[in-house]
């Protein structure tokens, strides 16, 4: 079946970097809109960012600027950079690929922003 694999996550300090990326198996990202969500401890899940299959980006309002996606087809992936992190960025990361009625989650991957 169709599986999504997170990885990069990590603790981090106030003002650092990570790069998330998720790699898709049994599945074409082309036409898939592809995206990263989030969930803190005791929050519901949200959205960070959005890609397109067309490449239009759409990111929540307190990330803009800090973090960046990008997809590369060709080795079905989709990444997240993430700089300036802070303690409120702390959550477990989500990939998602989503198109018409097919709508795919990876497990997750744990970022820790904490001094």
């Known amino acids: 079946q169709v599986q999504l694999v997170e990885s990069g996550g990590g603790l981090v300090q106030p003002g650092g970097s990570l790069r998330l990326s998720c790699a898709g198996s049994r599945i074409s990202f082309d036409t898939y809109q592809l995206g990263w969500y989030r969930q803190a401890p005791g929050k519901q899940r949200e959205l960070v960012a959005t890609i397109s299959s067309g490449g239009s980006r759409n990111y929540k309002d307190s990330v803009k600027g800090r973090f960046t996606i990008s997809r590369d087809n060709a080795q079905n992936s989709v990444y997240l950079e993430m700089n300036s992190l802070k303690p409120e960025d702390t959550a477990v990361y989500y990939c998602?690929?989503?198109?018409?009625?097919?709508?795919?989650w990876g497990k997750g991957t744990l970022v820790t922003v904490s001094s």
């Open positions: 998602n690929a989503y198109w018409a009625n097919l709508d795919y």
